[in-house]
């Protein structure tokens, strides 16, 4: 349960963290893993709505075989502290992999993987490794392939470390080839950006020292853009990953907007600055360097192309609020609807652009929040509510800092018509009064028709996620 007092404290930590935080936390005891994480070795249950629990699928690491092309899976960290794949139905639940404690722990706690990253290959599953051993907790950032199998650590941090944030030992961000890693990593001396090559495991570039620092790459992941404090920069390399010189400076300085966006096409880049016209959204196009102004806008933005790159949302937040208004733009500027519902923390786009799943939050009969999922279709700004959840920490941390988080997560199916979300579902999506049970406690991960027509789906046991790529 989350009171409106205790919901607004925690964003306000939360964006407070973002903006000044530099320090990876101190190694302890367990007690830093999330609250939604359980010691428990019970496996994810799949349930469909409506209907008594059924066994769980016993659970394999071994690899299997699926048809060329197709995946539609869904990774997720579960309540054991291991990650499982499973199908959108909650049917052929697999082991991905599991933690076990290094020899010499001398606690009860066997370890945690937690935020899988599906590759945008679609081959490899990345994720935050922490393990506890006999001089404390190992935190790493490991890679596992898709159907199984041993793990490998492609970055140590440094002793003494537990990661970025409670809960969150790293953002890991794979290059859109699936041959680099973005990291932001916690160090005895604060945040450190790095990147990563996956086939030798070796640092090609150290970005950043310091926080509040957030990435883009390039679609040809050759450019990768670096906003870092209030400076945003531009790094570009070979086919080998190499740099090729030192940062540009792109814009002057600016702390309205958290991470960047490339447009689709890899020409232009969306940013916020000011300019002699006043405060706003920027797109700067990269062969000539001419900008403009995309939006006008106080207070914080946060903005992402449409994937087929006709698009672009933007949230706008202003000076002194938590909540914004979604606005959605042809790629040239031209405005084209707003929505102005309450509330509203983050967007998603589909991966066919059609469609923009939306989240607000929204107070409930009971003096409760929850997040409220509705769809909005980009082509005639009407509007769907599809449910509500309660949120695990983890899925609301996803959601505060959507724009980032976006560049690497996807909730949504590859066909464009299902939804994941993690959490306990809220009254209007707990149609079926069977299911009180269920959806009475978080941890959950829901799968939800973007229609609004099948039942949702209780598919597994766990706190975050995303869905395969293809």
Known sequence: MISSVHLLAGIAVLFAMALGCG??????????????????????????????????????????ARPAGTINRIAFSSLDGAIYTVAPDGTDLRLTAAPVADEGARTGFRGAFMWPVWSPDGKRIMFSSLVPGARGLTVSLRIVDGDG??????????????????????????????RQVALIAGTSRGLTGKIIDVATAKRKATVADGAPMYFAWGPNSKKFLVHHQNYLRLYEFDDDGQATGGPRQIGGSSLAYFAPSFSPNGEGVLYADSTSEGAGVLLRRLDDTSTSVLMRAEGRV??????????????????????GRLSVLSAGGSHLFDINRPNLISFWWSPDSTRLAVIGIVPEDDGTNTLEVFIVDARDASQLSI?????????LFMQLYFDQYAHSLQPWSPDSRRLVVFGALGPRSARVASTRNQVAELGHAWVLDASNVQEPVLVGKGYVGSWSPR
Not at 154 to 177: C, E, F, L, M
Not at 387 to 395: C, D, L, M
């Open 23 to 64: 320090r990876g936390t101190t190694a302890g005891e367990p007690s830093s893993m999330p609250a939604s994480m359980t010691a428990t070795s019970e496996a994810p249950t799949a349930l469909v709505v409506g209907t008594s629990a059924a066994p769980a699928p016993r659970p394999t690491a071994a690899p299997t």
């Open 149 to 178: 199998g041993e793990p490998e650590t492609i970055y140590q941090d440094d002793p003494g470390t537990t990661g970025i944030g409670s809960g969150v030992a790293h953002y890991a961000y794979w290059s859109p080839d699936s």
């Open 302 to 323: 946060a903005f992402h192309w449409a994937p087929d790159g006709r698009r672009v949302a933007i949230l706008s937040v202003p000076q002194d609020g938590l909540f």
């Open 387 to 395: 449910g509500t959840v309660r949120p695990t920490e983890e899925y």
